[in-house]
């Protein structure tokens, strides 16, 4: 296999829904082209179970899947950075670490899935979870399906942003 174009970090808050769902559909469509990592500035100490239900439901792999630290990404070892998104509200607002490199940072804020599921049943929400999934994989393929190779920061920021704007 080939080296990736290049990294990617998705945040969110606590790195137990969002983010590691982002992490696993971008490696899982990219199939090595980009590699995808999340994290997140007050990180819980697992992954939400529906978040790798929903997952598994899609044959998507969980394997490696874990809440993380947004600081391991800042330090002079980590993986080089040339993508940044948060893919919630608070995370975007907050002041994150410097990155080393200076990746392009973006917005793809969805909707928190526990959020959407308070007061249903089980299977309402396994529902808001795979909702949320596949909001993000929409716009993951939208990602993919760019011309990578020949873009430059200027057009993939332009691009990552309207790619944060799909519904």
Request: with cysteine; proline share 7%.
């Amino acid at each position: 296999m080939t080296e990736p174009l290049f990294n990617m970090l998705f945040l969110c808050t606590h790195n137990s829904a969002r983010s590691i769902l982002a992490e696993a559909l971008l490696n899982h469509w990219a199939r090595g082209r980009v590699k995808a990592f999340s994290a997140g500035s007050h990180p819980r100490a697992e992954v939400n179970p529906l978040a790798l239900q929903a997952l598994r439901a899609r044959e998507i792999s969980v394997r490696g899947l874990h809440s993380k630290a947004w600081d391991l990404f800042a330090t002079p070892k980590a993986p080089r950075l040339a993508v940044v998104i948060t893919v919630c509200d608070s995370a975007a607002g907050e002041i994150c670490p410097i990155w080393p490199g200076g990746p392009i940072k973006a917005h793809w804020g969805v909707e928190e899935p526990s959020l959407l599921a308070q007061g249903k049943s089980p299977d309402e929400t396994l529902n808001a979870f795979i909702s949320v999934l596949e909001k993000l994989q929409r716009r993951v393929r939208l990602f993919l399906d760019l011309p990578l190779e020949n873009m430059d920061s200027a057009g993939l920021k332009m691009e990552l942003d309207r790619i944060g704007k799909q519904h």
